[in-house]
């Protein structure tokens, strides 16, 4: 194939997965597609990807499939994501990040210097209903706001969105609708059942088990 050994493309494996790859593209934090994604395309380590068509069937008879946002990260967008966290210049607060500066990001976790993504064993995303439309967000509503008005991506409710850099997306945040509470613990114990770890100030962001020690890498995102 086009891609280094062990990785494959999910959509290979797992057609049915919703792809919204938003570091393609302008519509995430940064504003502008990261360096290193010629196009929009789920890549990862081969095992992540047979795991995440795991939780993909297994959550069939319930109606409900993945949404992925984010896979292998290329160790350029990962600098191109760190160089706008550190900028000096441009607004400290935005909607996707309304109570926490852009510049504390890095050190408060949201933003990683070194990425597991960049090793093609970590996965951002969430859960929609089968065959939901993509609804598209409410620009300028803060990510925080209750999901009648940010909007809800096509997304069953998480009570924030993705990438939204605040305490409330802290997986284990209190406060937040039941609805949106239960979601996420529906998410992580569907990912914990085919070996997806999540990151507690995310809930949308996952490790696959096992990846301790595996290589970052660089090549660029393509599509087919
Ligand atoms: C930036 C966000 N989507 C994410 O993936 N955060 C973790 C901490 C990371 O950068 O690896
Ligand atoms: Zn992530």
Request: proline fraction near 8%; hydrophobic fraction near 45%; glycine fraction near 12%.
């Amino acid at each position: 194939g086009d891609l280094p050994a062990g990785f494959v493309r999910l959509a290979d494996l797992a057609p049915t997965i919703r792809q919204d790859m938003r570091y393609a593209g302008p519509d995430n934090v940064t504003g502008h597609p990261l360096a290193g994604y010629a196009g929009p395309a789920c890549i990862l380590r081969t095992e992540a990807a047979q795991a995440l068509a795991a939780v993909q069937r297994d959550l069939a008879p319930e109606g409900l499939g993945l949404v992925v946002f984010d896979c292998y990260r290329p160790q350029r967008a990962v600098a191109d994501l760190l160089a706008w966290a550190r900028a000096g210049d441009g607004p400290q607060r935005a909607p996707d990040h309304p109570a926490v500066d852009r510049r504390a990001l890095v050190a408060l976790g949201y933003i990683a210097a070194r990425s597991v993504h960049s090793t093609g064993y970590a996965v951002d995303l969430g859960l929609a209903r089968l065959g939901a439309p993509a609804s598209p967000g409410q620009a300028g509503a803060p990510c925080t706001a209750p999901v009648a008005r940010r909007g809800d991506r096509g997304l069953i409710d998480f009570g924030t969105g993705f990438d939204c850099f605040d305490p409330k997306s802290w997986t284990a945040a209190s406060g937040l609708p039941a609805e949106a509470a239960r979601n996420r613990r529906r998410l992580v114990a569907a990912m914990r059942a085919e070996g997806f770890a999540n990151y507690p100030r995310e809930w949308w962001h996952f490790g696959y088990d096992g990846h301790a020690g595996a290589a970052a890498e660089d090549f660029p995102v393509t599509a087919p």
